[in-house]
């Protein structure tokens, strides 16, 4: 679990990256899974925005305990999963990630969710890691974005660039298994993988239930920014109950 000091750096930072790692046989497990949605759908070589709509094994990852216990430490006991992704950036020109918030995505209401990143690979700055600003999140409200359809991106809205400076930027150097945290608001991005090294790297996406997933809102947002329609989402209870009283979830299997 996550120390005190953890917690606290997840909130004052927007991120945290805690001591823990996956075994090796949970991420063999991943790329095994990943590998056989890529021989179904090789659409999906560089990114899956939806994993569980084509292979419910990857729900596995999303219920391990380990997992679960450092989400509930920053979002608190009663949460859901929403949605889990794979950005696999594979080498040689695999895409990159423009610069953006989660929230400008999501049709969570109020935006409140943590996301796991998990390494399946090494991801170094040559490859193509994660990279964040940090304490970008604090004011709590998302930055103008601009549409972007470049065939070489993995998503569409890109942050305007009068809302950041690269130059604050952090690396995520991370070993696989390795996984990170980030809040909804957090500025984060990639570069494209020009490396010769995969860099496959796996999200889960978890919300408070507290917060509301507007299914009305998925499908404005679709319609207005030509964003994936996340209308038909199947939400996971994945600890606790519904505080809104108004989430429409599948309970855990």
Same mark, same amino acid.
């Given at each position: ?12 930072? *927007?991120? !945290?990256? @805690?001591?823990?790692?996956? &075994? ?17 759908? @090789?659409? %999906? !070589? ?18 391990? #305990?380990? =997992? ?7 979002? *608190? ?6 949605? +889990?992704?794979?950005?696999?950036? $594979? ?6 990630? &423009?610069?953006? /918030?989660?929230?400008?995505?999501? @049709?969570? /209401? $109020? ?6 990143? =998990?390494? =399946?690979?090494?991801?170094? &700055? ?34 305007? #660039? ?13 070993? &696989? ?6 809040? !909804? ?20 996406? %978890?919300? @408070?239930?507290? +917060?509301? %997933? ?40």
């Amino acid at each position: 679990m996550l120390n005190e000091q953890q917690i606290g750096d997840y909130h004052e930072n *927007g991120y !945290v990256t @805690p001591d823990f790692r996956l &075994p090796e046989d949970v991420i063999e497990d991943i790329r095994v899974l990943h590998d056989r949605l890529l021989v179904k759908h @090789p659409e %999906f !070589v560089n990114y899956c925005p939806n994993l569980l709509a084509y292979d419910t094994g990857f729900l596995n990852v999303a219920r391990l #305990p380990e =997992i679960l216990d450092m989400v509930e430490q920053v979002i *608190g006991p009663n949460f859901a999963l929403w949605n +889990s992704s794979f950005f696999a950036k $594979p080498a040689n020109g695999g895409h990159a990630t &423009p610069w953006h /918030q989660d929230g400008e995505y999501w @049709p969570v /209401q $109020p935006l409140a969710t943590c996301t796991v990143w =998990i390494a =399946i690979d090494e991801a170094t &700055p040559e490859n193509g890691c994660l990279r964040v600003i940090r304490g970008s999140h604090k004011a709590r409200r998302l930055r103008k974005h601009n549409t972007n359809t470049a065939a070489n991106l993995t998503l569409s809205q890109e942050l305007d #660039p009068s809302e950041y400076d690269v130059a604050d930027a952090v690396d995520l150097v991370l070993k &696989p298994g390795q996984i990170s945290l980030h809040d !909804v608001y957090l500025l984060h991005g990639s570069e494209a993988n020009h490396s010769a090294n995969s860099r496959r790297g796996m999200t889960l996406r %978890f919300m @408070p239930t507290s +917060s509301v %997933f507007d299914r009305d809102k998925a499908t404005e947002l679709h319609q207005r920014l030509g964003l994936l329609d996340h209308s038909d989402r199947t939400l996971f209870l994945m600890r606790g109950t519904d505080e809104s009283g108004q989430n429409d979830f599948r309970l855990r299997l």
